[in-house]
């Protein structure tokens, strides 16, 4: 009763073992055909990457000196380099036998394999074709020796004669080989067949990226005489049965409990929790793939990590750079650079509106991306050279649209004045009063290039670092980057206005008392520096009191606004015209004589005089007033701006004395008696009472208002 079911027992494990026996070396010829295949086609691969290196040397020297370093370094034995008609113009030496294996071959011919071959074309500049680069690495035992360590296995290279299975290079055991070489006769396509001597044969047909003829063996795992030892076993069945219950379940059990509680572990956030390894079946492979796991996962969040913080230390910077300075060059500068460094690209530049035309403000990395049409000078203005109408090219079209773009450029539709790339991404920003959402349309219509746009410019990048194009996630942190330019912009901006409002009466847009004191000292210090004269005009309208007592305060302010047009109508660029307060103005002429601010005088009170302010009453009034001025000069009438300003006042209530309506010129300062410095004669003023401008020269300067009007 119990020895027959264990006899048919021991007949179905002889059975089971011959079965997993197969299937395992089948599992291992499997893996290891796998692996050939990937060895054979790195190497094809690292043919094809030193045959590319060649080719895209610049000229023939360039292509032998590259050619010697690829074989110097290991990475081919031999380069052939030929023109279009297949005829070799350089090789270098040393070269493997004949014949070679093209690795790229669609359909790899029959034949022997002298050594594996990579083509790749030769072309200019302009595309045309020179020829061929070819990079060989001879297939020796070597080779063979190589491809049996990695697999495992016993390599063996057919020699690949048509209709014949002979041996080129083996790793396989003389004893064996024949044998070998008879199951490999039987074998078809990647079925594995098993020889006399207890060995397993598979046999790896040719393939594009895999053009050898190899056969594959592996020794059988089941040992001799199995039956007669399972019916010697059969006899102490009944004694070990219970020992080898316990034994099987627990060779199965314990690495399934560790792999659980491992499992478990990482689960709570353990990711240097390790598997032992026990064995190299299904298990010991599954413990194997887990530990792999969890390594990578280690590796992945320690880099998620770090370009985590990477970014929070770029936008540390920024927050800085926005909060303590308004430099816009700098601060856009900054977060083109945090840009580049947080999505891995090789160049960018920060584009602004002005006047229909976006106009490079910074850029990075730029150099050598100019087209020929762009010319010498476009590439050295560096960030000034871009200008690209709005509604041209890559960055017109997103600053016209306001929807960002990412992908590969098309050289076709690339602006002229715009850097050449492969991959671009480009998000356009607008002030913080308008869309907020940069997908947002600005309203300008693609087809009217200068239009009112919400958008202040755009943020590009070109060629992420490793060929890949831009993906959502770079086009995410480029809107984070664009926000942040277009809140420096409009700060910038906001603040360059306050300050302007700061300096500027806000009735008739002229500089105010505040920025009067720091002018006046400042030109004081220029006219002291340069031996020039500084003159200076304090004027008050004359009865302006009854002026809004009849007309109203409106009408007052408009006489205000008109003065102060034709004030400024008076004067140059480089004078400077205030409002003191009131109906009391101020004018500074820089290198200006008594002579020429007695002409300003003049003029101004012929202009004020001359045509009266209308103003709108309903009546069609006009206003006829007048103006007093009285003037000083520096260093006649004082030595210091306070005390120039004081000489104008005088002068002015002088002339208010007079009778109103002309000016009056301040009374000359005394000054201490000479001893031992002499005085050249142009440093003083002539008899005639008015002081001239100048030091030591004679004559009036070209440009003072005595010779100018």
């Known amino acids: 009763m119990v020895l027959g079911p264990v006899l048919l027992g021991a007949f179905f494990v002889g059975l089971t073992m011959t079965t997993v026996d197969r299937n395992r070396a089948a599992e291992r010829l499997g893996l290891a055909a796998a692996t050939v295949r990937t060895s054979v086609d790195a190497l094809c691969q690292q043919l094809r990457a030193a045959a590319d290196a060649v080719a895209l040397a610049p000229d023939a020297a360039g292509r032998a000196g590259t050619a010697g370093q690829v074989v110097g370094r290991g990475l081919a034995a031999a380069v052939l380099v030929t023109d279009v008609a297949g005829v070799p113009t350089y090789a270098t030496p040393g070269a493997p036998a004949a014949p070679w294996r093209d690795c790229g071959a669609a359909d790899p011919a029959a034949g022997p394999v002298a050594a594996l071959a990579a083509r790749v074309a030769l072309r200019d500049r302009a595309g045309g074709d020179l020829g061929a680069v070819v990079t060989a690495q001879p297939v020796d035992p070597g080779l063979v020796a190589r491809l049996a360590a990695v697999t495992g296995v016993a390599v063996t290279l057919l020699d690949g004669a048509p209709g014949s299975v002979g041996v080129a290079q083996t790793t396989e055991a003389p004893a064996v080989r024949d044998g070998v070489l008879a199951a490999a006769r039987r074998a078809a396509g990647d079925q594995v067949t098993g020889t006399g001597d207890g060995r397993y044969v598979r046999r790896v047909l040719p393939a594009p990226g895999q053009p050898l003829p190899l056969v594959l063996s592996v020794p059988s795992e089941q040992p001799p005489d199995l039956y007669a030892a399972l019916v010697g076993a059969v006899l102490l069945a009944g004694l070990l049965a219970v020992a080898a219950a316990w034994r099987l379940a627990r060779v199965t ?59 929070r230390g770029h936008l540390a910077v920024l927050g800085d ?51 020929p049409d762009a010319g010498v000078e476009a590439e050295a203005a560096g960030a000034a050279g871009l200008r690209v109408p709005v509604g041209a090219g890559i960055v017109g079209a997103v600053a016209a649209t306001g929807q960002p773009r990412r992908g590969r450029a098309d050289p076709v539709a690339e602006a002229a004045g715009e850097p050449r790339c492969e991959t671009y991404v480009a998000v356009p920003f607008a002030a913080p009063g308008g869309p907020a959402d940069p997908g947002i349309r600005s309203g300008v219509d693609p087809g009217t290039p200068g239009g009112p746009a919400a958008a202040l410019g755009v943020l590009v990048l070109y060629d992420r670092l490793g060929g890949d194009e831009f993906d959502d996630a770079d086009l995410e942190t480029l809107r984070t980057f664009a926000g942040h330019a277009a809140v420096a912009v409009d700060n910038v901006r906001v603040h360059e206005e306050a300050q302007r409002l700061s300096l500027t009466d806000p009735l008739t847009g002229l500089w105010n008392y505040r920025y009067l004191r720091e002018s006046i000292r400042r030109e004081v210090e220029r006219a002291s520096r340069f031996g020039r004269m500084l003159s200076v005009l304090a004027l008050d309208l004359d009865r302006f009191k009854e002026v809004n007592d009849t007309w109203g305060h409106a009408a007052g302010d408009a006489v205000l606004v008109e003065f102060a047009r034709r004030v400024r109508g008076e004067i140059r660029e480089v004078d400077l015209a205030f409002r003191q307060g009131g109906e009391e103005f101020v004018v500074l002429l820089p290198e200006t004589d008594a002579r020429g601010a007695a002409i300003v005088a003049e003029r101004l009170g012929a202009a004020t005089r001359d045509t009266p302010v209308p103003v709108d009453s309903g009546g069609g009034a006009r206003i006829r007033v007048t103006v007093s001025v009285g003037i000083a000069v520096y260093p006649d009438h004082a030595s210091t701006g306070e005390q120039v300003l004081d000489a104008a006042d005088d002068a002015l209530y002088a002339a208010k004395a007079a009778g109103r309506d002309t000016w009056r010129l301040a009374e000359a300062r005394p000054w201490p008696p000479v001893e031992e410095l002499a005085v050249p004669a142009g440093s003083v003023s002539p008899a005639d009472g008015l002081p001239r401008a100048g030091g030591a020269s004679s004559g009036p300067h070209p440009s003072q208002h005595g010779l100018g009007r």
């Open 253 to 311: 059990t314990r690495p399934l409990v560790e792999l659980a509680g491992a499992a478990d572990r990482v689960a709570h956030g353990d990711l240097a929790t390790r598997v032992p390894v026990r064995s190299r079946d299904e298990l010991g492979r599954l413990a194997g793939a887990f530990n792999r796991m969890t390594r990578e996962t280690g590796i992945y969040v320690q880099a998620l990590t770090s370009s985590r913080d990477q970014l």
């Open 321 to 371: 750079t926005l909060a303590s300075t308004h430099d816009l060059q700098r601060i856009l500068r900054v977060i083109l650079h945090s840009a580049i460094a947080a999505t891995g690209a090789r160049a960018g530049a920060v584009l602004l509106v002005d006047g229909g035309v976006l106009v490079g403000r910074c850029a990075e990395g730029l150099d050598g991306r100019w087209s």
